[in-house]
C-alpha cells in the first residue's frame, strides 16, 4: 500500500501535531475525507469532534479521557474518537503524547466496530499505517524527537508490499 503522512497545519497547536493519511491517488487524506462523507448527516458531531481535536492540540496534550479502549493490537497505539454523543467514530494513532495521525471512520451503529464492514475497513487501514510507521520507527527512518513534536525522517510510503485489507 502506498500512502504519505501529512501533517494538518490548521490542527495543530503548541502540544500536539496532528497528522493523517493521504493514499496514492487519492486528493484528500483520510481525516478530509471522514469530515466529507459526514458532513450531511452529522454536523454537530465533527464540528464536536473537530473540537476535542483542537482542545487536545492546543491545551491538554493526548490524554485518555477523549478516547474509548485501544481499537487495534497490542502496541499499535490504534484508538477511537467519538463525538460527545456517541453518534461518529474516528480512527486515530498515538505516537507519544504530543503526536496524533487521524484516520477515517464513521458512523457507529453497531456494537463491534467488526459487525460493520465500513468501520472495518478504516480500522484496518489504520492498523496498516501503524505497523508501517512502527516499522520505520524502529528502523529509525522517521524519528520523533525528544525535544519537538513534530515528526522526522520518511513519511512517504511507497512500498510495493502489498498490504491487503482483511
Known sequence: MKFEIKKLSALCGRRVTVYSVALEDEEQTLFERFLHENQL????????IKHQIRVISEYTGIRDKFFDKPEGKLGQDIWALYD?????RLYCMQLGHVVIILGGGGPKTTRTLQEDPKLKIEN???????????????????????????????????????????
Open 124 to 166: 484496518d487501514l489504520m492498523r496498516m499505517v501503524s505497523d508501517a510507521i512502527t516499522q520505520r520507527m524502529r528502523d529509525q527512518e522517521i524519528r520523533l524527537p525528544i525535544d519537538r513534536i513534530d515528526l522526522t525522517g520518511n513519511l512517504i510510503f511507497d512500498d510495493e508490499d502489498p498490504m491487503e485489507i482483511e
Open 41 to 48: 448527516n452529522y454536523p454537530k458531531e465533527l464540528t464536536d
Open 84 to 88: 460527545k454523543k456517541g453518534k461518529l
